[in-house]
DNA sequence: ACGGATCATTGAAAAAGTCAACGATTGTTT
DNA sequence: AAACAATCGTTGACTTTTTCAATGATCCGT
């Protein structure tokens, strides 16, 4: 046998004009990703939402679940599934917020941050995987043009 | 009233390591666009992934629904709903393969070519306003970062 | 203090995704 | 050539996800 090679090799659709669609190429490469990142995250029970949702409870910044939702383009009624699951874990819990007693501040708890520890480590080797075909620049571009599409 | 900017303001979470993380940014742009899709594909009684298979069916490649489905990334009992539905139109018609007589082949109907040149315009425009934050070139090499971190 | 707006939450309804089984056809093995 | 396993499109059942309206609590502007 010959060589074995982990390419994907090119489909001949690709070829069509459609091919260039930023939108197509953007749910490719998140359906092909997710697929990816969930598998890696399901040894820490987590899935590709609730990593968000615990990573943002690490991050210091006190999130609202109302920010939450926003930022992770989901419904409020379906962060409060993931916060419930999360906290019925022991993984985050709720806050009453400072400003505003109607929002809830999502905050990690030390099992939470242990669990993202080593969850972001098993994503990381899988996006590396994932953009395996870009050089390091590249991946560094790919993200800034990402942020740049979103947020100017 | 002031000035009316179209900008998106930077959301006070992007500021999180998250903030990098490419399959949240692939999950967000792609969510942003395919709402702003769906609204422009409306008009003509199409959504982005009717959309995706109407286009092939008109790229002259003469995709088969295994190929669209592996292509969309969809299961292909999704492909068997999208082209009933394109079908019951008018769009599109199931041609019997040509070396494989269990595959169908999906081709357009002028009616079909006629609705999708008129879908595609809006799309561009569409696709435009997504990433109005891009230079010409950065738009380019956005697209080129996503092909080759696809098929290399 | 009043009225309208926003927050998290609930629950129901609609849409999308997943999966196993089927007949027809293909390619492969014997 | 006969038997076998594999693939294609299709169907139907099942689960998951998404969407949406309604609710109590709280906030804000007047």
Redesign the interface.
Known sequence: MGPQST????????????????????????????LL?NKALADYGLR?RSF?VL??AC?G?E?TQR??A????LDPSQVVSLVDDLEHRGLVKRAQGKQDRRAKIIVSTAEGRRIHTKARAG?EAC?QT??A??TDE?NV???A????????
Do not use: M, Y
Not at 10 to 21: V, Y
Not at 145 to 152: P, V
């Open positions: 390419e994907v090799e090119i489909p001949r659709l690709a070829a069509a004009k459609i091919g260039n669609d930023v939108g197509l190429l953007l749910a490719k490469l998140h359906a092909t990703g997710s990142n590709e968000s990573t943002l991050s910044l999130p920010e939450l926003d930022f992770l383009s994503l996006e994932q953009l075909a870009l590249e571009q790919l993200r043009l990402l942020k740049k599409a979103l947020w100017g």
